[in-house]
């Protein structure tokens, strides 16, 4: 495989403290330089980004005294993508008092991840969980409560205990509005400087260093730069780099890339999640794809007809001829496996012609036994908003009909590299959030990534970026380095505006979508990926020439946005298929046809492959460079995942 890349040194996490996992948060706490609140008052700190991580981020920050300058190319932060996540937050409080505790959410979510996520990570992000849901009830976060009024639980996928907490299916909603109402208190009290409508183009070095960003105002289109102590990057992850995603449109790989071409590593890019529970394709028209809460799967039980080819209604087939195939395999976790267990196994019987709806790219989600047991008002009032958007949507009656689901791109594990400070190898550049890799492995367990956010942006973040300020003053930024970076975001907008070819933006995107979904998505094969390497290097020179976008740079205009994003995803698509090549195993979602156990199921090499893959941007028409970082266990031992 060594053909499409270059072999660089090992690196470590030198951040990560010795001693036993549970003290390892206290103990790098404790050792953390501190900044007096006198000079948090001088320091100033860049962040891009509203969403959970970067909203939270800016609260706290600005809370502490730094001088903090944010930006997000939404109108309002109350847009960034973190509003449509729906079904809950994970935190180890154990009310239910079963079972539950910081080392079993720890546990889970190692094992959940495929043992391919760093064990100190997960769990101080199992530690921070409990503090999380104080400090959002502390905001007023109408969390759901019990009818004795305490907060309320659901289990999610890959666990056997009720750790979620919830606001209907609402819960990214009142979660950013929490923070975004803690963001905006600093706004009025001076201490935040925010930036709606930029979009950040390049990054600002100095003598290797971090040091500030170049935006594009986009309702102006005018040029700006900004400098800062320290830059952190909290623009969330990239799965619209398959066209067809649960991701909002806007949602794009851009700050992340860009500082990619500056050095700083990207992990695991093609760890990318499928998510079993979106609604089907239906036509070629449709430029996003709409997830329904993976919590439906507490109460709604997937099942396919035991006939292929079966074509006839829901109803007018009979229980005996129905094959509730997760509860058969995986009698253990049954509906509640996790993501990547459902999401291959939904693809498997549709693949045997046993798939319902448009071309058969669907299974069953049905309620009508929760519905008897439970009752249609107590349904109504768990899944409610859901079902009515389901409605809206298709059409269909989800409370007389089972819904029809079908596994699409959502969540993106890999991202840029970071260490237990969340530093990328940059110096002075923090990544938080979706944007890293850090702590969720090859697969992500439902109700984390809220969790992930938020840890990063109220707790961890503060203590690390107060240790590398503290060490020393950063200096003022030479003007020529301000000048290359603005120079360099001018000449990619001319290029593009100047190409005046007859394709659109968007039909070169949907190109490369559907190339990352034939043979970078659910099953991966050598053969196919092979063959998109050929595919999208040529993809990306045609890009180059026959690209239009309309009108100019000097106001609104949302086709250069939409260009600069897509050419982006053009280098990075590339990046994720030679990093899913030179995986030769199965793990987590990532099937590799060749890699897989008698019974079908996915098969790990932790021999060989136990390790994150940080990937050097090589330069232009030249190959990346592969550091590995070793993955050690010694609490949670790798073992075949079973959910039997």
Known sequence: MSEFYDIGEAITDGAVPAGPIENRWTTR???????????????????IGTGLAGGSAGATLGEQGYRVIQFCFQDSPRRAHSIA????????????????????????????????????????????STQIIDQCVAQGVPFAREYGGLLDNRSFGGTQVSRTFYARGQTG???????????LRQVELGTVELHARHEMLDLIMADGVARGVVVRDLISGEIKSYTADAVVLASGGYSNVYFLSTNAMGSNVTASWRAHKHGAYFANPCFTQIHPTCIPVSGNHQSKLTLMSESLRNDGRVWVPVRAGDQRTAGDIPEAERD????????????LVPRDIASRAAKNVCDEGRGVGPGGLGVYLDFADAIERLGLEAVKAKYGNLFTMYERITGENPYEMPMRIYPAVHYTMGGLWVDYD?????????????ANFSDHGANRLGASALMQGLADGYFVLSTAIGDYLARGPVGEVDEEAISKAENRVRTMVDTLLSIKGDRTVDSFHR????IMWEHCGMERTEEGLRKALGLIPALRAEFWQRVNVPGSGDDLNQSLERAGRVADFLELAELMVIDALHRTESAGGHFRAESQTEDGEARRDDERFSYVAAWEWGGDNAPPTLHREALEFDYVHPTTRSYK
């Open 85 to 128: 996540a729906q079904g809950g937050i994970n935190a180890a409080k154990n009310y239910r008092n079963d079972g539950d505790s910081v080392h079993r959410l720890f546990y889970d979510t190692v094992k959940g991840g495929d043992y391919r996520s760093r064990e100190s990570n997960v769990h101080r992000l199992a530690e921070i």
């Open 29 to 47: 706490k404790f050792e953390a330089k501190l900044v007096n609140p006198a000079n948090k008052r001088k320091k100033t700190v860049i962040i």
């Open 324 to 335: 509730y195939y997760l509860e058969r395999i995986y009698p253990a976790f049954g509906n």
């Open 511 to 514: 190109e490369l979508g559907h």
């Open 422 to 434: 969340l530093r990328s190898n940059i110096p002075g550049l923090f990544v938080i959030g979706e």
């Open 173 to 183: 909603q009142q979660l950013l509005l929490g923070a975004y109402q803690a963001l």
